[in-house]
Structures are given as structure tokens and as C-alpha cells.
């Protein structure tokens, strides 16, 4: 049985958490299934971007509690990195991401959208860090990853004081880029996709890559050698050669 529903339509892939029982929580068997989806959207000629959801009523309620109970009678840090493989092998994709946050998105749920380039909120759409409730320490890079997006202040509110945020207000404080009508939200998230899966696919990957790096890259210089190569570069592909043609017809 499979976890995760996979489809491709207009060069945008939808893969969509199908656990609802379980509220779409990270298990092992979802965790592979994740990997599994990226892995063959990644080598499809025709997947340009992805868009990530669940199956409502919830996004992804985190890693399942009894996967985190295993790592803790195993004592090892290894048994936890393989249930983060389900949010880390979305990060590491190089396809634009999208996520479709459809209601609750909690723990490790927070980390899958938040390993995603954007993140599209319905209304119904919540935001809960959670690990302290549960008397855990946050993993996973979960730290890191909502200073980069909240900032300071946005990080403790929500990880340390645990501020919970929905859609609205998910939007307001930079944590998704929209928020919309749940009964649009998958379709709207896939429209929003379709504007970077219209790219040519090497150029959409290369810019992916440019923007990873530029989270290191504290000189104006560096900034401006990076995008100087890879500027380069995509001027000696053909797509640039055969748009540049067709302006020029006009």
C-alpha cells in the first residue's frame, strides 16, 4: 500500500500525503514513499515544478509518535535522521517546490512545509511547532530553518512560546507566501507552480541552485560572481538563443 499519491499535469507534479487516518504523520512506509515520489518526478522530462499536500483533514501531523519511540529505545541519532529523510529529501530536491498547506501542519509537518521553496496556505491551514508541548527538542533543523523565514523573534514566539499560526497570520508574518480559500488551494498552489515548471527545466534548477547558495554569500561581490557564471551559462543554452530569436521576430 502506497502513502503518497503521485500525478503530473501541465509539467507540474502533485504529490499528495495520503494517510488521513493517521492525519498524514510521517511513518517510515510514508517516509520512502516520499522519496520514492521525488525520486521518479526528478528524472520525468516533463515535471518543471512540485507542489506537496495532504489528504485532508490535515497537512502532515509530524513524525509518528512510535517511529520517535523506537530512536529513543535505540538510543541513536541515526534512527531519527531517517524519519527527517522525509522532509530532507523535499529539501534537497532540485525542482521548484510548492507546499498546499491544507490544515494542520505540526512538528516534523512544519519541517516538510518549510523544506519546500513557497508555501501556499488555505484558511484552515495551521502552523504548530509543538515540540515543547511534547517535551521534545526541536529537530530536524527546525530551528534554523524558521529563524531563516520568522526571524529571531518569529522563531521563539512560535517554537518557544508556542505561538500557533493559521493561515491568515501565517501569511502576515512571512511564513507562507498566500493564504487562500481551502476549496481553491490545490489549484492555486498548482497555477503558482506552473509559472516556474514554464521555464526552460536546466535554467529553473540552476536559479533553484543560485538561491540556496546565496544564504552563505555575505559580500555583494560573491553574489555578483556566482550569478555572473551561471548567466553566462544559461546564455549558451539554446533556450536562451531561441527565445532571443523570437523576440526579435516580434
Known sequence: MSFVRTEVDGGVGLVTLDDPKRRNALTLDMVADIEAA???LETEDGVGAVVLTGTPPAFCAGADLSHLGQALEAARGDALRTVYDGFLRVQRSP?????AVN???VGAGVNLALACDVRIAGRSAKFDTRFLQLGLHP?????WMMSRVLGAQGAAATVLFGEVLDGRAAEHHGLAWRCVDDAHLVRDAKAFAAKAAAAPPALARR???TLHRMTTVSESA???DIELDAQVWSMQQPDFGQRLKARRKK
Open 139 to 143: 529537530g530536524g533543523g527546525h530551528t
Open 95 to 99: 525542482l521548484p517546490t510548492v507546499a
Open 38 to 40: 521525488f525520486d521518479w
Open 207 to 209: 536559479v533553484k541552485e
Open 103 to 105: 490544515g494542520s501542519a
Open 222 to 224: 560573491d553574489a555578483v
